[in-house]
């Protein structure tokens, strides 16, 4: 699959885009109708959204149900790299048109970059085309600076760099050497935005925090950021939605992605008098809570097929993990 996308991208203005749709498509399908380890951890994930709200426990959802909303979500998921594949072969008013801002958060979030001067992070999800949430930044709010995990494939890493860089991101890489202090030195002496996939930590460090009636481990950087810099906290949902007439011309597509922004998340005096982890932990989980809502109400958009939840994770990799949650996790598996 690595090959094709390269091959894609090198080819992007040469193909054209509903065909590569549609192959991806198809490649969406072929893997959900195999049922392989990631589309079944997949499911386990939005099992745990479909059956919470507002984080107590519902009656489980039906296999069917479950089955067609995974569906959607991987091709939601294929859709993606279809798109960022081709974004050679298309136009900025193209793109722009492929996205549609809004939310409690958006007008403060502008007016604090782009009148004021000033820079924020901000914390995403695996969720819609956060490519296309990086070029909207660039082009309405600030600079965007984010990190980029490291691909063993080091064609397809810098097919990736490339594609993100045209539109407008400037991307560091994880492992590069003092990320964290890079983005707070970027925060602190210029205006601009540093937008974090923060839902997930790969690594042996992250934070345990509520959501959909269990517990989950995503990445502090957000958390981090904003208490390194006292900067607002802001967060970033993203879903798609189906266009036509005008909309639909303008994008060359028949979806867009609706960009939702919330909060921000303050740093406040409790905040900033607290134990760092502490503090850490306090507004990681402020954020998810806000976070956690949009995911809801759009879960096919979640391209989530790593194990974040407590009862998935293997507890032998981890560092520095609680007593509460190593208590909690027992609990689980009696």
Same mark, same amino acid.
């Given at each position: 699959?690595? =090959?094709?996308?390269?091959? &894609?991208?090198?080819? *992007?203005?040469? +193909? ?6 549609? $192959? @991806? ?113 660039? =082009?309405?709010?600030?600079? &965007?600076?984010?990190? *980029?995990?490291? +691909? ?6 810098? $097919? @990736? ?174």
């Amino acid at each position: 699959m690595d =090959e094709i996308m390269v091959w &894609v991208a090198q080819h *992007a203005k040469r +193909l054209p885009e509903s065909l590569v749709h549609a $192959v @991806f498509n198809c490649a969406a399908d072929v893997a959900w109708m195999l049922h392989g380890s990631s589309v079944r951890q997949l499911e386990r994930n939005l099992q745990h959204v479909l059956n919470s709200d507002g984080g107590t426990q519902k009656s489980t959802i039906n296999r069917s149900t479950l089955r067609k909303i995974s569906h959607q979500a991987m091709r939601s998921y294929f859709s993606y790299f279809a798109e960022a594949m081709t974004v050679g072969g298309r136009t900025q008013e193209q793109l722009q048109a492929r996205v549609r801002a809004c939310g409690s958060g958006l007008e403060e979030l502008t007016s604090w970059c782009k009148e004021q001067g000033s820079s924020a992070p901000i914390a995403m999800g695996h969720q819609g085309n956060w490519d296309y949430a990086g070029l909207w930044g660039s =082009e309405h709010v600030a600079p &965007v600076v984010t990190v *980029a995990e490291k +691909l063993s494939n080091e064609q397809l890493l810098q $097919v @990736f760099t490339s594609i993100r860089e045209q539109l407008g991101i400037h991307i560091l890489l994880q492992g590069s050497g003092h990320v964290t202090q890079q983005l707070t030195d970027q925060l602190q002496q210029s205006s601009c935005i540093v937008p974090l996939l923060a839902d997930r930590d790969l690594g042996r460090h992250g934070e345990f925090v509520e959501a959909f009636g269990s517990v989950i481990r995503v990445a502090r950087g957000p958390a981090v950021l904003a208490l390194e810099t006292g900067l607002p906290l802001y967060v970033v949902n993203m879903h798609r939605e189906r266009i036509s007439g005008a909309e639909r011309r303008r994008a060359h597509s028949h979806w867009r992605y609706v960009l939702e922004v919330s909060g921000p998340v303050q740093v406040n005096a409790d905040l900033a008098s607290m134990d760092k982890a502490q503090a850490i932990h306090e507004l990681t989980q402020a954020w998810v809570d806000v976070w956690s809502q949009a995911i809801r109400r759009s879960p096919a958009d979640w391209h989530m097929m790593q194990p974040i939840f407590l009862e998935d994770l293997d507890m032998t990799r981890l560092s520095n993990v609680p007593d509460y949650i190593q208590r909690l996790r027992k609990a689980m598996d009696l």
